[in-house]
T-cell receptor
Framework: DTEVTQTPKHLVMGMTNKKSLKCEQHMGHRAMYWYKQKAKKPPELMFVYSYEKLSINESVPSRFSPECPNSSLLNLHLHALQPEDSALYLC?????????????FGPGTRLTVT | AQKVTQAQTEISVVEKEDVTLDCVYETRDTTYYLFWYKQPPSGELVFLIR??????QNEISGRYSWNFQKSTSSFNFTITASQVVDSAVYFCALSEGASGGSYIPTFGRGTSLIVHP
């Protein structure tokens, strides 16, 4: 099973809302990632979890708060977002963090902030 | 610093044509890894291939083939007899970490391939 699942597929939220994005993988991967992707741009790394610990935070604003409850799950908590945060949010996993392993991506959550 | 250049922003072909997507990279490491990913309109990036810097052998997988040339720092991707289902954005990526880097891939800007019936 080489599948990464993400929920919800689409999300519309106001600037005062709190919502969460969820990601799950059952490949036994020990590295999980959040990316943000704007239209016609490559994915932009936000966070990396390595063995369930946050290892990389690419200077992401605190209105984005990641969480890794266990080795299969990754959440991204959203609060007080801005319209410019509207984007496709992709979750990915790879076998291990410290190695040139390919990443497996979920289908993404298309977020619109109104 | 590592860098990946995909100079072709968009390519439009008619079904059954062959098409080559270019990827040029820059790195100071002697050990590095190159990837191609496909992103169809559904949004999910799909891993296609990984190649390490010590293996310059070209690879063929069905209608897909990859040409890795260290002399020109290129890792080009050819689709033979293109099909409408090949329409997607294709990303080339570079990963390095042997010299203490993190192996986090650097993505090129992507090439949008449109295959017309």
């Amino acid at each position: 099973d080489t599948e990464v699942t993400q929920t919800p597929k689409h999300l519309v939220m106001g600037m005062t809302n709190k919502k969460s994005l969820k990601c799950e993988q059952h490949m036994g991967h020990r590295a999980m990632y959040w990316y943000k992707q704007k239209a016609k741009k490559p994915p932009e790394l936000m966070f990396v979890y390595s063995y369930e610990k946050l290892s990389i935070n690419e200077s992401v604003p605190s209105r984005f708060s990641p969480e890794c409850p266990n080795s299969s799950l990754l959440n991204l908590h959203l609060h007080a977002l801005q319209p410019e945060d509207s984007a496709l949010y992709l979750c990915a996993s790879s076998q291990a963090p410290s190695g040139p392993y390919e990443q497996y991506f979920g289908p993404g959550t298309r977020l619109t902030v109104t | 610093a590592q860098k990946v250049t995909q100079a072709q922003t968009e390519i439009s072909v008619v079904e059954k044509e062959d098409v080559t997507l270019d990827c040029v990279y820059e790195t100071r490491d002697t050990t590095y890894y190159l990837f191609w990913y496909k992103q169809p309109p559904s949004g999910e990036l799909v891993f296609l291939i990984r190649r390490n810097s010590f293996d310059e052998q070209n690879e063929i997988s069905g209608r897909y083939s990859w040409n890795f040339q260290k002399s020109t720092s290129s890792f080009n991707f050819t689709i033979t007899a293109s099909q409408v289902v090949d329409s997607a954005v294709y990303f080339c990526a570079l990963s390095e970490g042997a010299s203490g880097g993190s192996y986090i891939p650097t993505f090129g800007r992507g090439t949008s391939l449109i295959v017309h019936p």
